[in-house]
């Protein structure tokens, strides 16, 4: 099976229906094992998937280092996304400080062209908001980097609208990536119509609620130290039990379709429209070939109907992130 396309923005921006999520290869979901990274990285490009998200916070710096090394000889088949937008010293992210300063984007960007063996970023996001520094000089800077074909397309991440149209009036944004799932609905009063609006792809990251959608987690003290899930609120106490019986109308859509809960997750994502593109992230074969199946996957209105209903906004308990991270959020 080979992964149709999709289009992002209105610039010219082409991929895989489903991306690949790349930061669990690296850190938050346990050891990293290159090898069967590089396994995982080269089965997606023979199932037609060609969509691949990075950071050089990832690691920091290691997963972009990872890619460059399994797409050595094999730029011309992916399509690579990468972010800016954290401070690093001494090869260590220092919390959620923030710097999208022009010229610390134009050496994160040399750093990331670097690490990935390449001469241009497909798409070049802003991690994050940066509240010190004007929208419009980071899309300035960009738009500079683009001309110098450094960059071909320019996206934002968990950006809210108002900065969004700042930026798109200086240089048009291709794509938003923001997590948006079954689990997590936040877009869909304000930030989805905008986009759509003014022609703009969504990247749903986290679509599998961080695994919680799959069906195979476990509570927030089982997980060893170093997991992001650990010090997730929603994998947590109280709010476990609640999610899990909330959850269980996607295992009970996946059982009528014959299907894994993850995939039932991913399907409802691609039926949103197709200006959606998820990147469910993976360091596994299986888990791979599940996710990239899942675009086979159909629903019809009443199923899609039954999903919305039983997840919709506020049936789920706990916050997405903890409070520092969520005050890094442009919402």
Same mark, same amino acid.
């Given at each position: 099976?080979?992964?149709?396309?999709?289009?992002?923005?209105?610039?010219?921006?082409?991929?895989?229906?489903?991306?690949?999520?790349?930061?669990?290869?690296?850190?938050?979901?346990?050891?990293?094992?290159?090898?069967?990274?590089?396994?995982?990285?080269?089965?997606?490009?023979?199932?037609?998937?060609? !969509?691949?998200?990075?950071?050089?916070?990832?690691?920091?710096?290691?997963?972009?280092? #990872?890619? +460059?090394?399994? !797409?050595?000889?094999?730029?011309?088949?992916? $399509?690579?996304?990468?972010?800016?937008? !954290?401070?690093?010293?001494?090869?260590?992210?220092?919390?959620?400080?923030?710097? *999208?300063?022009?010229?610390?984007?134009?050496?994160?960007?040399?750093?990331?062209?670097?690490?990935?063996?390449?001469?241009?970023?497909?798409?070049?996001?802003?991690?994050?908001?940066?509240?010190? $520094?004007?929208?419009?000089?980071?899309?300035?800077?960009?738009?500079?980097? $683009?001309?110098?074909?450094?960059?071909?397309? !320019?996206?934002? *991440?968990?950006?809210?609208?108002?900065?969004?149209?700042?930026?798109?009036?200086?240089?048009?944004?291709?794509?938003?990536? *923001?997590?948006?799932?079954?689990?997590?609905?936040?877009?869909?009063?304000?930030?989805?119509?905008?986009?759509?609006?003014?022609?703009?792809?969504?990247?749903?990251?986290?679509?599998? +609620?961080?695994?919680?959608?799959? +069906?195979?987690?476990?509570?927030?003290?089982?997980?060893?130290?170093?997991?992001?899930?650990?010090?997730?609120?929603?994998?947590?106490?109280?709010?476990?039990?609640?999610?899990?019986?909330?959850?269980? $109308?996607?295992?009970?859509?996946?059982?009528?379709?014959?299907?894994?809960?993850?995939?039932?997750?991913?399907?409802?994502?691609?039926?949103?429209?197709?200006?959606?593109?998820?990147?469910?992230?993976?360091?596994?074969?299986?888990? #791979?070939?599940?996710?990239?199946?899942?675009?086979?996957?159909?629903?019809?209105?009443?199923?899609?109907?039954?999903?919305?209903?039983?997840?919709?906004?506020?049936?789920? *308990?706990?916050?997405?992130y903890n409070d520092t991270i969520m005050a890094t959020i442009d919402r």
């Amino acid at each position: 099976m080979i992964l149709s396309k999709r289009k992002l923005g209105s610039q010219g921006l082409e991929v895989s229906a489903i991306g690949l999520g790349c930061m669990p290869m690296s850190q938050s979901y346990g050891p990293a094992d290159e090898v069967e990274s590089v396994a995982v990285l080269h089965r997606a490009i023979e199932l037609g998937c060609n !969509f691949f998200d990075t950071a050089e916070v990832y690691g920091p710096h290691t997963n972009e280092l #990872l890619l +460059g090394k399994a !797409f050595k000889g094999r730029r011309q088949q992916v $399509v690579i996304a990468t972010k800016f937008g !954290f401070r690093i010293q001494d090869g260590k992210q220092l919390g959620t400080e923030r710097d *999208s300063r022009p010229e610390h984007i134009r050496e994160a960007v040399e750093g990331s062209l670097r690490r990935l063996g390449t001469d241009y970023i497909d798409l070049l996001y802003q991690h994050r908001v940066d509240p010190a $520094v004007p929208m419009e000089d980071v899309a300035r800077t960009v738009a500079e980097l $683009v001309k110098q074909g450094k960059v071909r397309y !320019f996206g934002l *991440s968990e950006a809210g609208i108002a900065n969004i149209r700042r930026a798109h009036v200086v240089h048009p944004v291709s794509a938003v990536q *923001s997590e948006y799932s079954l689990w997590e609905r936040n877009l869909e009063a304000d930030v989805i119509p905008a986009l759509r609006e003014l022609g703009i792809g969504l990247v749903p990251f986290s679509p599998l +609620g961080r695994g919680f959608l799959t +069906g195979a987690v476990k509570r927030a003290e089982d997980y060893p130290p170093g997991d992001f899930r650990r010090g997730d609120p929603r994998y947590q106490g109280k709010n476990f039990d609640a999610n899990m019986q909330a959850a269980q $109308v996607v295992n009970n859509v996946a059982a009528a379709k014959q299907a894994k809960p993850g995939q039932i997750a991913l399907a409802w994502l691609l039926h949103k429209g197709h200006d959606v593109v998820p990147i469910p992230g993976t360091k596994h074969l299986s888990y #791979l070939e599940e996710n990239v199946a899942a675009a086979q996957v159909r629903l019809d209105a009443a199923q899609m109907q039954q999903l919305d209903m039983a997840l919709a906004p506020g049936k789920i *308990s706990g916050k997405r992130y903890n409070d520092t991270i969520m005050a890094t959020i442009d919402r």
